[in-house]
Every structure is written in structure tokens, then in C-alpha cells.
């Protein structure tokens, strides 16, 4: 009996789900939903939607590499793979938060840095700063800034910088091409 009455209630939840009202109209509570900040910057990351590939320079050497990039939740985080089911896959998750735009890393170092949009130092590139994070103790290392170059429609570069005590190492530097 409860079994029947479990399969119910999960059944009219799931019926209520699908006619709910969609997310730019009312939330849960019926209240109206911010709508996602439409800034230039916003607009340069969602450009980044799709598959790259590319390689990965870092102290002289090229290594191959992938990005899988794709929008989530409502059209409010965009999801940035790197090295998709390898065992060192990263998850970026870039969203807006009110005036401001943040950059969470999910790090095979097993932390999770976050970082805010800053002044970049070119006028086609985003660059985000260290802000805080989880998972760090005094002297581990973490990705401290990210650095987007935005080459044209179908290529871009991103330069990791990872710190540990304090001081940055070199910037690990992909290059990527759009899958066709």
C-alpha cells in the first residue's frame, strides 16, 4: 500500500513539474524570478557554447585537449568541461551574482577556487581573480586567475594560472578550435 501511494504522490509531483510555470515566469513560490543579467561579458561567455578542441601549452610541451561547453539552470550557469571523463576532468561554472560575474573551478588538485570578473588585460579577453574557496589550506595550490582570449567566433585561448604559497607558477595555455 505504501509503495502505491509513494508511486502517486511521485507521479502527481512529476505532472506538476511538467505544467509548472517555466523559470522566466514564476518561481516556486509564485514569485517572479530575477531574470539573468545581459552583460557583454556575459554575452562574450555564452558565445563559448559547444565542443573545442585544441592543445594545452605548458613549459614548451603541446598536449591535446577538449572543452565541452554548455548552459545550464534556466539559462543562469554556463558548465565548462575540460577533459571530459578523463580522471582529470575540471568543471568551471561561470554565473552571474547580482553586479558581478563569478568563476567556480572544480580542480583535480581537489579544491574548488572562486574567482570574480576583473579588468582584463585586453579588450577581446575576460580575466577572473582568486576571490576565496574550498578545500585550501595555507600553502595548496589552486587556480588563481583565468585569463579568456576570445580569437573569433570559432577559436579561443584560456590561460590557467595556479598558485601555490602565494606565489603564481606559469600560466598553463590552451588553444582551442571549434568542433564543425
Known sequence: MRRVALVSALSMALMLFATAPRAQDKGEAGMALRPVA?????????????????????????????????MTADGSALMHVLGKDTPHEMVTMFHPDLNRLLATHYCAAHNQPRMALTKAPGANQLAFEFVD????????????????????????????????????????????????
Do not use: C
Open 38 to 70: 545581459q552583460t557583454p561579458e556575459w554575452q562574450k561567455l555564452r558565445s563559448l557554447v559547444g565542443q573545442w578542441a585544441g592543445v594545452m601549452e605548458e613549459a614548451g610541451q603541446q598536449v591535446p585537449a577538449d572543452a565541452e561547453v554548455r
Open 133 to 180: 574557496g574550498t578545500n585550501i589550506a595555507p600553502g595548496d595550490g589552486y587556480m588563481a586567475r583565468l585569463v579568456i582570449t576570445f580569437q573569433d567566433a570559432d577559436h579561443h585561448d584560456e590561460a590557467w594560472t595556479f598558485r601555490v604559497n602565494g606565489k603564481d607558477g606559469p600560466a598553463a595555455v590552451f588553444r582551442f578550435a571549434r568542433k564543425k
